[in-house]
């Protein structure tokens, strides 16, 4: 067990690891082709920093593992809100700017609607719905790219670009920096040669370590006796959440928690229309029945509803009030560990 450990934990390293390479990579390449930094953040970035998720959910589906795939996309929602948000409005409870808050939100709350729709009616994601996420990934990347267009245009300067509150990750700011350098104030990129070695070596790693935190995955499930579900819940949520969770930690320490709460939004509705989407796009998968509760699925009684309401609970007091409060994040972090002790000893 200590051996499969290991190689899982190398896998969740490589995958954030190659993720970071490839993001770099590619919009170094991006520059080199002139591409608008609007462009690289709508397409390349957003793709390349979900690049972790998209290949953990799509490996699980082409295996035919759905507890993985399902689990790892309902999981980090779960834990973007209730654990990583939660621990940032602990710590600083900061206002919300409501207006750039709103999209994703909406967005986020628009793709769930059809996700639950074919939880619960057809028990699973067909191929024809993963092109319905994708589409909605589409329009919102559009929309806030057209937003974003409109901020510049109207002068805002490279310091309100860089903390514009609906920024995904790190990739995305990675993406800004390439500004900064057209206009002077950045440092030269690398070679091509360099960018390129990146893109390559950083799709090669994620790949690899998609490979080992599903395979090991399935192995640490059986040897705890669980359902791969709640691998897919837990450890790999937990492991493919782990750079909006150093981007929270970076954002409090430098008191732009607001920065955090936009991210962790962001990268919520990522995983419901990218990694969902694109995987059941390649490999339709069934919602797992491993686990039930009064001979009712557990996904459909505990998992789905739950992250609806960690969701509802952040978001919708922040667009009513404009601010978080310490009450919420104190709750959150109790929900979530009821959440984990539910999958494991119930």
């Known amino acids: 067990m200590f051996a499969v450990t290991l190689l899982f934990a190398v896998g969740l390293i490589l995958l954030i690891k190659g993720g970071d390479w490839f993001v770099d990579g590619a919009c170094g390449v991006a520059h080199r082709f002139h591409l608008p930094e609007i462009l690289i953040g709508a397409t390349i ?18 295996k035919g593992i759905s507890g993985i795939a399902y689990g790892n996309a309902i999981g980090s929602v779960i834990c973007n809100t209730a654990l990583i948000t939660a621990i940032t409005i602990t710590v600083r409870p900061s206002p919300v700017d409501k207006k750039t808050f709103e999209l994703p939100v909406i967005f986020f709350f628009i793709a769930a609607a059809f996700y639950e729709c074919m939880a619960y009616i057809k028990g699973g994601f067909t191929r024809w719905s993963g092109f319905v996420l994708l ?45 900064l350098y057209l206009v002077g104030h950045g440092e030269k990129p690398d070679s091509i040669a360099t960018d390129l070695a990146g893109l390559i070596a950083g799709a090669a790693v ?61 990268a919520n509705l990522f995983n419901l229309v990218l990694v969902s989407g694109l995987a059941a796009a390649i490999a339709p998968f069934d919602l797992p029945v491993a686990k039930t509760i009064a001979g009712m699925n557990a996904s459909l009684v505990v998992d789905s509803p739950l992250m609806l309401f960690v969701m509802a609970f952040t978001t919708i007091p922040a667009l009513v009030r404009g601010t978080l409060t310490r009450a919420q994040g104190i709750i959150l972090l109790s929900v979530y560990a009821a959440f984990c002790a539910f999958q494991f000893f119930a």
Do not use: W
């Open 135 to 179: 589409g909605i990934f589409a329009a919102y990347r559009l929309c806030s790219s057209v937003s974003a267009y409109k901020n510049l245009k109207a002068g805002a300067d490279a310091e309100t670009v860089e903390e514009v509150p609906h920024a995904e990750n790190h990739g995305e700011r990675k993406a800004r920096q390439l500004v």
């Open 45 to 62: 970035v957003s793709i390349g920093t979900t690049l972790p998720e998209v290949m953990v959910t799509t490996t699980s589906a082409v």
């Open 206 to 266: 994620v790949a690899l370590g998609a490979e080992l935190v599903v395979d090991n995955g399935m192995l640490i499930a059986e040897g705890l006796g669980v359902p791969d579900s709640v691998i897919g819940l837990t450890f790999i949520a937990v492991g493919t959440s782990l750079p909006e969770l150093t981007t929270a930690i970076t954002s409090l320490v430098k008191g732009h928690s607001a920065l955090s709460l936009g991210n962790v939004v962001g």
